[in-house]
């Protein structure tokens, strides 16, 4: 067994229940789903987080996503689906192998994100423009 749980899935050294693998990616059931249908989307290629994930395998990663949702939905009766990652200890990230989960959700459900106290509140044009203007720089 390696250090990373999902490389060591990956190398189908390690028991998971696979739904999808191709060539670079494989999607198996999160072993603590939040909702039945809970599946995790990982490259085969030992990747940090999307921080550090190319553009191109990227793009392959969220086509999965794409393509399990409606699966998945069909399947678990929901009424729709969430797609997310957490980069960095900071954001949740537990297991250091980037993975997309791909989470059925149900009407009343009780899953979410919390927004901070006083959401939503407009922000300034002016901080949005200088932001934004940082950011093309950086891209």
Not at 99 to 123: C, E, I, M, Q, W
Request: hydrophobic letters at 45%.
């Amino acid at each position: 067994m390696s250090e990373c749980v999902f490389c060591d899935i990956v190398a189908h050294t390690a028991d998971s229940s696979v739904v999808y693998e191709d060539e670079v990616a494989l999607a198996f059931m999160d072993l603590f789903p939040i909702h039945p249908g809970h599946t995790l989307v990982v490259p085969k290629v030992h990747t940090p987080d999307l921080a550090h994930c190319r553009l191109d395998l990227a793009g392959h990663l969220f086509k999965l996503c794409a393509l399990l949702g409606p699966a998945i939905v069909e399947v678990t009766q929901g009424a729709g689906f969430n797609i997310w990652t957490a980069n960095g200890e900071a954001a949740g990230q537990e297991v250091f192998h980037l993975h997309l989960h791909v989470l059925p959700r149900h009407s009343n459900d009780t899953f979410g994100l919390r927004f901070p106290k006083g959401y939503p509140t407009a922000a300034p044009r002016p901080e949005l423009e200088a932001m934004a203007a940082k950011l093309r720089e950086m891209v």
